[in-house]
Every structure is written in structure tokens, then in C-alpha cells.
């Protein structure tokens, strides 16, 4: 017999055909996962990519910070730690501690708790304040004691 001749496709080929399509299945899959942030803006920061938009965008020149302030008998004011002010170690975590408090206006029951472990701390503070401090960004990381440019005062309470 001569020409050509075909064979037909082996039980193993017939067997891989399925798991090629898997593999091309996953790999689209993959491959759309990983682009797909590319189609929205800049400005959003998400996974897998990041376009790190911390570093590229224009800051502001000021920035706020919530805060507990203990303020002794002849009016100077103390930064509490993060014991006091919030309960943890953690600075983090304190200051958010606060601003979830005044957020969900519970900032009268966040003072007095505080109050109550500056009067244990045997901190000379006599009140306690609550606030939010401003800062001008450049000069406060410039100064060696960086003082508010502006303040809100939410709370205050004294220590009992």
C-alpha cells in the first residue's frame, strides 16, 4: 500500500486534549487576574499590582492626628502614651482607638476611660483632653518638638 498513512489519536492523546484545555483555562484566568487592575485609575492601589499611589500623588501640607492630651495643674500639656490614651502599646493602634470613638461619637466614654488610667498611672495630669491636632507636614518633620498649627478639642474631662 502506498501514500500516506493517518493514524488515529491514541488513548493518551485523547486523554491530554482535556487537560490542555484546563491548562489554557488557568492560564487566561491567570493572565486576565493579573491585568485586570490595569483598566482602572491611577489613583487606586490594589492587588495584584500596586502603582503605589502613597508615593505619586501631591500630598497635602497638613495633616491631622486624633489624640489624648494630659494637662497638669499649671497648664502644661503631655502627650499620653499609648497606654493611657488608647489601652495597648501599640501607637497604631491607640490613635485609632481614638478616632473610632469620636467617629462614632462616643468620645465622652473614651475620655473618661482614659481619665481613669491616667489617675492610676500616678501622672501629674488633671485633665484630660481629646483632640485632634494639625500639623504643617515639612515643618513638623523638620522641628525636634513639632507643635500643632491648629486643634479641635472634641472632649474633655478631668481625672478623678
Request: overall charge negative; charged content about 20%; aromatic content about 4%.
Amino acid at each position: 500500500m502506498t501514500g500516506t498513512a493517518t493514524s488515529a489519536p491514541t488513548d493518551r492523546q485523547k486523554a491530554s486534549q482535556p487537560e490542555r484545555w484546563r491548562a489554557v483555562a488557568v492560564a487566561v484566568v491567570a493572565l486576565v487576574a493579573v491585568l485586570y487592575p490595569l483598566t482602572r485609575a491611577l489613583t487606586r492601589d490594589s492587588f495584584p499590582l500596586s502603582n503605589f499611589p502613597m508615593f505619586t500623588h501631591n500630598p497635602n501640607d497638613v495633616t491631622g492626628f486624633q489624640r489624648a492630651i494630659g494637662v497638669t495643674a499649671d497648664g502644661t500639656e503631655v502627650v499620653l502614651s499609648p497606654q493611657l490614651a488608647g489601652g495597648t502599646v501599640e501607637v497604631i493602634h491607640a490613635a485609632q482607638t481614638i478616632a473610632t470613638a469620636l467617629r462614632r461619637g462616643l468620645g465622652d466614654e473614651l475620655c473618661a476611660e482614659i481619665a481613669e488610667r491616667v489617675a492610676g498611672s500616678g501622672s501629674p495630669a488633671i485633665e484630660v483632653l481629646v483632640v485632634t491636632d494639625r500639623f504643617d507636614i515639612i515643618d513638623g518633620l523638620r522641628a525636634s518638638d513639632p507643635q500643632p498649627i491648629d486643634r479641635d478639642v472634641h472632649v474633655t474631662c478631668e481625672v478623678p
